[in-house]
T-cell receptor, first 113, second 116 residues
Framework: AQSVTQLGSHVSVSEGALVLLRCNYS??????LFWYVQYPNQGLQLLLK??????LVKGINGFEAEFKKSETSFHLTKPSAHMSDAAEYFC???????????FGAGTRLFVKA | EAGVTQFPSHSVIEKGQTVTLRCDPI?????LYWYRRVMGKEIKFLLH????????ESGMPNNRFLAERTGGTYSTLKVQPAELEDSGVYFC??????????????FGPGTRLTVL
């Protein structure tokens, strides 16, 4: 069985500060891991995806995430927050040939001026 | 290229009524998925179509929910009769082939359903 836990339903940072959104997963098979972002009144947009190649995955808008098998973590980071990063972020897990994506509960990111 | 579209964007109905949600996938995407997010909780998988066939409907809550994809193009999700706990945001996604490493699910904006 697969599951995802996102630590913190709300995270607030100042503009220019480091963004760190935490995600831990559980999977009995090698996982595919994802981060999606949802801006207000829009659909989910894929930020980045891990598929067992490089453990450090770079995504769009300056975000990246590192797969750490020993910690079963896939935390999302961005060195410098921008006001436009304010949105809800979802971590998700799937596996090769798996059609079903399992999502975490989401973390809402607030960016203060 | 048009993305995944969903209609309506919002629906408010009374308990016991019927509602039909529609999803138009990206052209050429054989795989179509329905997900639901209830009350700020996690987004949960409902079912998966490959063309017109249901590949996996393990996430469908109960028999009040009926999904169809006639002709393998757009899909509908009918809730009949609707209950209060059905309120939430229903997302549709489509993809080319989930068996490949490069496959990506593209999501629509969702339909927000409110049952009063």
């Amino acid at each position: 069985a697969q599951s995802v836990t996102q630590l913190g339903s709300h995270v607030s940072v100042s503009e220019g500060a480091l963004v760190l959104l935490r995600c831990n997963y559980s999977s009995s098979v090698p996982p595919y891991l994802f981060w999606y972002v949802q801006y207000p009144n829009q659909g989910l947009q894929l930020l980045l995806k891990y598929t067992s190649a490089a453990t450090l995955v770079k995504g769009i808008n300056g975000f990246e995430a590192e797969f750490k098998k020993s910690e079963t973590s896939f935390h999302l980071t961005k060195p410098s927050a921008h006001m436009s990063d304010a949105a809800e972020y979802f971590c998700a897990v799937s596996h090769t040939g798996g059609f079903k994506t399992i999502f975490g509960a989401g973390t809402r990111l607030f960016v203060k001026a | 290229e048009a993305g995944v579209t969903q209609f309506p964007s919002h629906s408010v109905i009374e308990k016991g009524q019927t509602v039909t949600l529609r999803c138009d996938p990206i052209s050429g995407h054989d795989n179509l998925y329905w997900y639901r997010r209830v009350m700020g909780k996690e987004i949960k998988f409902l079912l998966h179509f490959v063309k017109e066939s249901k590949q996996d409907e393990s996430g469908m809550p109960n028999n009040r929910f009926l999904a169809e994809r006639t002709g393998g193009t757009y899909s509908t999700l009918k809730v009949q009769p609707a209950e209060l706990e059905d309120s939430g945001v229903y997302f549709c996604a489509s993809s080319l082939d989930p068996r490949t490493v490069t496959d990506t699910q593209y999501f629509g904006p969702g339909t927000r359903l409110t049952v009063l």
